[in-house]
């Protein structure tokens, strides 16, 4: 990633109580610490969907979208992987968008690490 900075995200957890939400996006020269808690997500991508979908009432299906884009999966990625549209894959993600109380991917992203890290 080229920026280093902090991405703040208004997340609304299931009580409807908003918590705003600090996430370090790395620079170039922290790649190696970005790439390790990319691996540890991926390697806990059920314990992921399970606690976002609980959290925020998601479908599974919506929780696996998230859940993906969360591990620097593409929505092409996403809509290959699970034999789906990409259409399909944007209409997911913007309803979980809408639960969590964000309105861009990069915030999901962030709600998402705030919930499980």
């Known amino acids: 990633m080229v920026y280093c ?6 997340a609304r957890c299931a009580s409807l109580t908003y918590v705003m939400v600090r996430y370090r996006i790395a620079d170039r020269n922290d790649g ?10 991926n390697s806990r991508c059920g314990e992921i969907a399970a606690t976002v979908r609980r959290v925020w009432q998601l479908t599974p299906a919506e929780a696996r979208s ?4 969360a591990v620097g999966r593409s929505p092409r990625e996403i809509a290959v992987a699970h034999h789906i549209s990409v259409h399909t894959v ?16 990069s915030a999901l992203v962030a709600s998402v690490y705030s919930v499980v890290v």
């Open 32 to 41: 190696d610490s970005t790439a390790s808690m990319r691996s540890s997500l």
């Open 66 to 69: 998230v859940t993906a884009l």
């Open 90 to 105: 944007r209409t997911q993600l913007k309803r979980a968008m809408s639960k969590a109380g964000v309105h861009t991917q």
């Open 5 to 10: 900075g902090s991405l703040y995200a208004k």
